[in-house]
Structure formats: structure tokens, C-alpha cells
Nanobody, 124 residues
Framework: QVQLVESGGGLVQAGGSLRLSCAAS????????MGWFRQAPGKEREFVAD????????YYADSVKGRFTISRDNAKNTVYLQMSSLKPEDTAVYYC?????????????????WGQGTQVTVSS
């Protein structure tokens, strides 16, 4: 089992920045990659970013490319999502997730473990 706990959400004005953290515990040695997803009210959960645990390869959704940066600190078993130039449409509950194997897909079903989510609200 892998436990994930997100933190760092909050209220920010449009154009501002926020950094989310996701602390992993348990069988973290089994994790291949970590991802961030988000779910806005009335919408389906969508992929945001992904980072491989060992090599640090990253992948982003087009909607956040150039504005968000995913990174990891292996020593702390923590993944971060630095969000800049935030827009009201970035408002959502943000979830981190862990997957145990390589996949060319970033669908939700590829991720085995999930955090409880943290709310990000961007005001206009």
C-alpha cells in the first residue's frame, strides 16, 4: 500500500502562484511515477502532470504546459506541483496519484493510489 497526502491548496488571485505538495508513505519503492489530476465542479477529473520517480521524466496536459511544473524530492518521498499564472479555470480539487508501472497512457485507471485532494480556488 502507498498512502498519499496532498497539501498546499488555497485561494489565490488570477495571475498568482501556488505550490502543491504530495507526501507519499508506505511501499514507495513500488512506485513508478506520480501524477496530478484535478476535478472542477460539474466536470470529470482530468490529468494535469506526471513525473517518473527515478528518471524524472515529465509530461503535462496542454492546458497547463508552460505554467505548471511538476518535480519530486526522492529523499522526502514528496512530489510538488508549482502552479504559476493561475487562471479562474484552474479552480478545482487537485489530487495526486501513484502508478506502479510504465504506461504511455495517463488515464485515471493507470494510477493505483490516490490522495484525498486539496482545493485550489483562483479568483478573477
Amino acid at each position: 500500500q502507498v498512502q498519499l497526502v496532498e497539501s498546499g491548496g488555497g485561494l489565490v488571485q488570477a495571475g498568482g502562484s501556488l505550490r502543491l505538495s504530495c507526501a507519499a508513505s508506505g511501499r514507495t519503492f513500488s512506485v513508478y511515477a506520480m501524477g496530478w489530476f484535478r476535478q472542477a465542479p460539474g466536470k470529470e477529473r482530468e490529468f494535469v502532470a506526471d513525473i517518473s520517480w527515478s528518471g524524472g521524466s515529465t509530461y503535462y496536459a496542454d492546458s497547463v504546459k508552460g505554467r505548471f511544473t511538476i518535480s519530486r524530492d526522492n529523499a522526502k518521498n514528496t512530489v510538488y506541483l508549482q502552479m504559476s499564472s493561475l487562471k479562474p479555470e484552474d479552480t478545482a480539487v487537485y489530487y495526486c496519484a501513484a502508478r506502479l508501472y510504465y504506461s504511455s497512457s495517463y488515464r485515471e485507471t493507470e494510477y493505483r493510489y490516490w490522495g484525498q485532494g486539496t482545493q485550489v480556488t483562483v479568483s478573477s
